[in-house]
């Protein structure tokens, strides 16, 4: 069965200009308007596309994709209780993007509605993809910066599963949102220079800010209000 809350449209870029100046893309309306390719380019409130959001049950295919790399015999989930969201967000690039996140079928309503509020407040992220394209390496995902959510692994350093395994945690933009303890150790190394949470960074994560806000809005909790260590590229629905 297919839950679809707003289905979702492919952009497409209109062919490069000829002139001097390269062109601005433009996106193409659901019912095939070029919503701009002028000299002067509209205001992004008029020709941004709507968001669009979907939730899926795991359809054979990507099962076969995410057994043995992201999912294994022996998680604490199986794939029945997964869904797989479809996502408009906002880049890094200042465009928009397609982006795609595995969570937990009784998270998926809720995080398509925090996603939406992201996109509303054009919060960028600069990827997000399945980590079975990393390997399902977390190290490999947060170089990457990419932003994901499913990853049937333990907490590192303990035997206990992480909430990341059951689909009810998400990391955003670990770069710019790192891993952080009280002895100066960041994770992803590229992130050491967001341990100062005083910038106004693109992708950064601000406590009681809009993106904490969203989240709390559903019930997820951010780890950046976690005493030291501090996982500001972390929300989850029990706070671990």
């Known amino acids: 069965m297919l839950l679809v809350l707003a289905a979702t449209t492919l952009l497409a870029a209109a ?11 433009s996106f193409v309306a659901d019912g095939g ?22 939730v899926q049950r795991i359809g054979a295919k990507l099962r076969k994709r995410m057994t ?7 998680c604490p989930v199986g794939f029945k209780r997964l869904r797989l969201l479809k996502v408009r967000h906002w880049g890094f690039d200042g ?21 939406r509020k992201l996109y509303k407040l054009r919060f960028k992220i600069r990827r997000m993809r399945l980590v079975d394209a990393y390997g399902a390496d977390d190290h490999r995902s947060m170089d990457a910066d990419n932003t ?10 303990t035997s206990r599963w992480s909430e990341h395994a059951y689909g009810r945690a998400i990391d955003v933009n670990p770069v710019e949102n790192p891993y952080a303890d009280s002895d100066g150790y960041v994770s992803p190394p590229a992130g050491a220079p967001y341990r100062d949470r005083s910038q106004r960074a693109q992708g950064l994560i601000h406590r009681r800010g809009p993106v904490v806000r969203a989240f709390a809005d559903s019930g997820w909790k951010w780890g950046g209000d976690w ?6 590229q972390h929300f989850s629905v029990t706070g671990s």
């Open 33 to 54: 308007t070029n919503l701009g390719h002028a000299a002067a380019p509209r205001p992004l409130s008029r020709s941004a596309p709507p968001f669009r959001g979907s």
């Open 15 to 25: 062919p490069p200009s000829t002139g001097a100046s390269p062109a601005r893309p």
């Open 148 to 157: 994901s959510a499913f990853n049937c692994r333990l907490v590192a350093g």
């Open 68 to 74: 043995g790399v992201s999912w294994h015999p022996g």
């Open 227 to 232: 005493s030291w260590p501090k996982d500001y």
């Open 95 to 115: 465009e928009v993007h397609h982006g795609r996140l595995v969570v937990h079928r009784a998270e998926a309503r809720a995080m398509v509605g925090v996603m």
